[in-house]
């Protein structure tokens, strides 16, 4: 949506790595180039990292097959929500924010915090064709593909009371643009 639409293209890993969250629209891998990014400095930074270690504590937990800590994740969310809030008012424009939200209950949670125009486009995959999109992208890397793979097993697809969320099934044979043009399609633009 960045780099053909014009979107501001907000990485949600990296609210919780601590650095620029604004991926330029022309990198080759969105998601592998939040590595790449620039870590934050100035006012605010250690209570983020403190936030950060928090919620990585909670997402290894569920990792490890637990369930999220309903009132950590909505302290890391809400932090982010406050970033992303007051990044909207200082850029504007159309944002696609990435990240993970689980389920209903958080999605619901997030929209609380940024207001009932927020729309989810849920990506969904069958697990064997997920598995093997995370391979190709992480191919010397097969300890991420097993955490990749245990975080997708905790989400959940949007449903039908599920406000302003849509699903998109993705399949291995879909482009990036394949891809986009099945989101701008859900979402009527």
């Known amino acids: 949506l960045s780099k053909m639409h014009g979107y501001v293209y907000y990485e949600g890993d990296c609210f919780g ?3 620029n969250p604004y991926i330029p629209p022309d990198v080759q891998n969105p ?7 620039k870590p934050l400095i100035g006012e605010g930074l250690e209570e983020r990292r403190e936030l950060c270690k928090r ?3 909670m997402f290894g937990e569920m990792m490890a097959g637990g369930e999220y800590d309903k009132g950590k994740a909505e302290e890391y969310y ?4 406050e970033d992303i809030k007051r990044e909207r008012k200082r850029i504007g424009g159309d944002w696609s924010i990435a990240g993970v939200t689980f389920g209903q209950d958080l999605r619901n949670f997030i929209r609380s915090k940024l207001g009932t125009d ?3 486009v849920v990506l969904n995959m069958e697990m064997e064709d997920l598995k093997e999109r995370i391979r190709i992208r992480h191919i010397r890397e097969k300890g991420t593909v097993d955490i ?7 989400c959940e697809a949007a449903t039908e009371d599920d406000d302003n ?3 998109v099934m993705i399949t291995n044979e879909m482009s990036k643009e394949d891809v986009i043009s099945k989101i701008l399609e ?4």
């Open 148 to 154: 990749l793979m245990s975080i997708s097993r905790l």
């Open 31 to 37: 998601s592998l180039a939040q590595f790449l990014q």
């Open 186 to 189: 859900k979402l009527n633009l």
């Open 118 to 120: 927020l729309v989810f």
């Open 17 to 19: 790595s601590c650095r």
């Open 55 to 57: 919620a990585n504590e």
């Open 78 to 81: 809400e932090k982010m929500c």
């Open 165 to 167: 969320a849509v699903n």
